[in-house]
């Protein structure tokens, strides 16, 4: 069994308790829209924490999914990658108090908020005023058995085979090489382990397009570096809730549980 926490190294450096294990750069840290506290950071922290407001967790139907492929051991050691404030995970933490949980996310306002929340106890607010909601105020938890750290979803500070579940959610179409984190992913999962993964594929760029689109392609490359499919379901139909109206994104994911084979 893993102790918790045990899993990441001392950080180069920590930013309020918040081990970065990247050394963004000003202009990094300018150029990336998730680091945007009153866009980006206060949508997430609608998206996820705002339950009253939208008469429910908007993404239950995303966890209900996850939760089927999901271990029933008492002892786990699980990540999520891509994680922004933490609610997939830190549901998972509230849930297992046995697991050791990881938020990795390359977002210190993300990471900032998800501490702040989740292992902090404090009272986080999001202004969702201009989306006809209120400015909303929610209050935190202190879960001991969740870690929240900055990393680059392809370089993680994990040690090797040493995850039992990774899992990243609406992440692979944001990053440059989805290839690349997939590798990675494989490096720090067990074997015997499981990746989940779940994600629109509404890349940023014609190029990435037209290299993972369709599906096939992505699921050519898995089969063929080592990953066994348990699962595909596509489309995993998601809503996200723009306003009070009622306006809401609807994203057809394609959802994806693989397996590094035990041998
Ligand atoms: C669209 S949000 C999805 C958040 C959450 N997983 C969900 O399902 O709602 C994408 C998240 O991935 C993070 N991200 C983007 N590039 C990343 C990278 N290279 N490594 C790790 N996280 C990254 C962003 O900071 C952001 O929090």
Same mark, same amino acid.
């Given at each position: 069994?893993?102790?918790?926490?045990?899993?990441?190294?001392?950080?180069?450096? /920590?930013?309020? $308790?918040?081990?970065?294990?990247?050394?963004?750069? *000003? !202009?990094?840290?300018?150029?990336?829209?998730? *680091?945007?506290?009153?866009?980006?950071?206060?949508?997430?922290?609608?998206?996820?924490?705002?339950?009253?407001?939208?008469?429910?967790?908007?993404?239950?139907?995303?966890?209900?999914?996850?939760?089927?492929?999901?271990?029933? +051991?008492?002892?786990?050691?699980?990540?999520?990658?891509?994680? +922004?404030? $933490?609610?997939?995970? #830190?549901?998972?933490?509230?849930?297992?108090?046995?697991?050791?949980?990881?938020?990795?996310?390359? +977002?210190?306002?993300?990471?900032?908020?998800?501490?702040?929340? &989740?292992?902090?106890? !404090?009272? =986080?607010?999001?202004?969702?005023?201009?989306? $006809?909601?209120?400015?909303?105020?929610?209050?935190? /938890?202190?879960?001991?058995?969740?870690?929240?750290? %900055?990393?680059?979803?392809?370089?993680?500070?994990?040690?090797?085979?040493?995850?039992?579940?990774?899992? +990243?959610?609406? %992440?692979?179409?944001?990053?440059?090489?989805?290839?690349?984190?997939?590798? !990675? &992913?494989?490096?720090?999962?067990?074997?015997? #382990?499981?990746?989940?993964?779940?994600?629109?594929?509404?890349?940023?760029?014609?190029?990435?397009?037209?290299?993972?689109?369709?599906?096939?392609? %992505?699921?050519?490359?898995?089969?063929?570096?080592? &990953?066994?499919?348990?699962? %595909?379901?596509?489309?995993?139909?998601?809503? !996200?809730?723009?306003?009070?109206? $009622?306006?809401?994104?609807?994203?057809?994911?394609?959802?994806? =549980?693989?397996?590094?084979?035990?041998?």
């Amino acid at each position: 069994m893993t102790a918790f926490g045990t899993l990441l190294p001392p950080p180069p450096a /920590k930013r309020r $308790g918040i081990p970065l294990y990247y050394d963004k750069t *000003e !202009e990094e840290v300018r150029q990336d829209v998730y *680091e945007r506290y009153d866009e980006l950071v206060a949508r997430q922290t609608a998206l996820h924490l705002a339950d009253e407001a939208h008469g429910g967790y908007p993404l239950q139907p995303l966890a209900d999914y996850l939760g089927r492929w999901l271990p029933d +051991s008492p002892a786990a050691a699980i990540a999520d990658v891509g994680c +922004s404030v $933490g609610r997939l995970i #830190g549901d998972l933490a509230t849930a297992h108090p046995a697991w050791d949980c990881y938020g990795l996310d390359f +977002s210190y306002q993300m990471l900032r908020q998800a501490r702040d929340y &989740w292992n902090l106890g !404090e009272t =986080v607010s999001a202004n969702l005023l201009r989306y $006809g909601y209120g400015h909303d105020t929610f209050s935190g /938890k202190r879960l001991p058995n969740l870690h929240f750290a %900055l990393a680059d979803a392809a370089a993680l500070p994990f040690p090797d085979a040493s995850l039992d579940v990774l899992f +990243s959610t609406f %992440l692979i179409d944001r990053i440059p090489d989805p290839f690349r984190a997939f590798a !990675e &992913w494989r490096r720090v999962i067990k074997p015997g #382990g499981r990746l989940l993964c779940v994600s629109p594929l509404n890349f940023l760029k014609r190029e990435q397009w037209e290299k993972y689109h369709p599906p096939v392609r %992505l699921l050519d490359h898995l089969l063929t570096t080592g &990953w066994q499919l348990a699962d %595909l379901t596509d489309p995993l139909w998601l809503e !996200e809730p723009m306003d009070r109206r $009622g306006s809401c994104i609807r994203w057809k994911t394609l959802a994806l =549980v693989i397996d590094r084979p035990a041998v």
